[in-house]
């Protein structure tokens, strides 16, 4: 049984554009939201996090959305860029060590 | 400061050989964590320690699989006798606690079982 489910696999966005991928949960003692991205070749790295107890984060072009009630959170990148191609990865946790990550998102930007 | 290195960076094996992966967390982290992360997909949990100590190993596939840290700051994951479905990318992460401290991610160790 999937735990996560991220949407979309994949996506295309031009320079400028807003990215968004998708996360959903089932858990509702999740409390610990990570976005994790990753180049090719590379170890992901953190991205943004978020705890159910706000609504949004920011920081910088990269916002976190979580609506507790529809168990879903949401990473949107704003003026997205070239450099922001790879792979995006939502994690789920509930207090302990063991994420749990969905099957990511590739993300192109396009010049 | 120096992340989260491994090595080898890459390893082709023959099924049935012993495979060593080595992880060097970040200074001063106290807890380590094996990840296997498989073609198109995301990180799966493999172990957990805590110092010297496996506080979790529950996602190691099977018995074939087995680490250890025996001073508290490197880490081996063994694998023996590899099959082919073995292979993937295993990643190590390291953090300064466990909970919901971030963890940090080497670049992997890129497994092939012909």
């Known amino acids: 049984q999937q735990q996560v489910k991220q949407s979309p696999q994949s996506l295309i966005v031009q320079k400028g554009g807003i990215s968004i991928i998708n996360c959903a949960y089932e858990?509702?003692?999740?409390?610990?939201f990570p976005w994790y991205q990753q180049f090719p070749g590379k170890g992901p790295a953190l991205l943004i996090a978020?705890?159910?107890?706000?609504s949004e984060k920011k920081e910088g072009r990269f916002t976190i959305s979580f609506n507790k009630s529809a168990k879903q959170f949401s990473l949107h990148i704003m003026d997205s860029q070239p450099g922001d191609s790879a792979t995006y990865f939502c994690?789920?946790?509930?207090?302990?060590?063991?994420?749990?990550f969905g099957t990511g998102t590739r993300l192109k930007v396009l010049a | 400061g120096a992340g989260v290195s491994q090595t080898p960076s890459n390893k082709v094996t023959e099924k049935g050989k012993y495979v060593e992966l080595r992880c060097d967390p970040i200074?001063?982290?106290?807890?380590l964590y094996w990840y296997r992360q498989s073609l198109g997909q995301g990180p799966e949990f493999l172990i957990y320690?805590?110092?010297?100590?496996?506080a979790d190993d529950s996602g190691l596939p099977n018995d074939r699989f087995f680490a250890v840290r025996p001073e508290g700051s490197v880490s081996t994951l063994k694998i023996q006798r590899t099959e082919r479905g073995d292979s993937a990318v295993y990643l190590c992460?390291?953090?300064w606690g466990a909970g919901k401290e971030t963890q940090y991610f080497g670049p992997g160790t890129r497994l092939l079982v012909l």
């Open positions: 992460a390291s953090s």
């Open positions: 858990n509702t003692a999740f409390d610990y």
């Open positions: 978020i705890r159910p107890d706000v």
């Open positions: 994690a789920v946790t509930s207090g302990t060590y063991k994420y749990i």
């Open positions: 200074s001063g982290h106290t807890a």
């Open positions: 320690f805590q110092g010297t100590g496996a």
